[in-house]
């Protein structure tokens, strides 16, 4: 998914430019060393516990991925953008927003895997 975005902003790198796209990075960031986290956990012998508190924050992250995309999207369907830029902007939000939901998805798999083996 973030070859996705990678080849989305090489391909209309115009649509991009004046885009903040910091928030969304940071969310990236904590949500993949959540991930990094829970798998370096499962390999000293997690503890149920551990691995809970580290999903709860994944799962924070991704709330507040949800809730950025929803803003941002408001923001694009203001009418304050051209019509091919929202289209660009859209898939791209959404894309980066899966990202997040793909390590929630990461997240809840290893508690299942604690869980059956503890």
Not at 44 to 52: C, H, N, S, V
């Amino acid at each position: 998914t973030i070859e996705k975005v990678g080849e989305r902003i090489l391909l209309a790198p115009h649509f991009v430019r004046g885009v903040d796209l910091s928030r969304q990075i940071d969310m990236l960031e904590k949500a993949t060393e959540a991930v990094l986290t829970m798998i370096r956990e499962l390999r000293a012998g997690a503890k149920l516990e551990r691995i809970r508190t580290i999903n709860d924050r994944l799962q924070h992250v991704e709330g507040q991925a949800d809730k950025l995309v929803l803003e941002l999207l408001k923001e694009l369907y203001s009418g304050s953008i051209q019509d091919a830029r929202i289209v660009f902007l859209k898939d791209l939000y959404e894309l980066l927003e899966k990202v997040t939901d793909r390590c929630r998805d990461a997240g809840n798999v290893m508690i299942q895997m604690v869980l059956k083996n503890s």
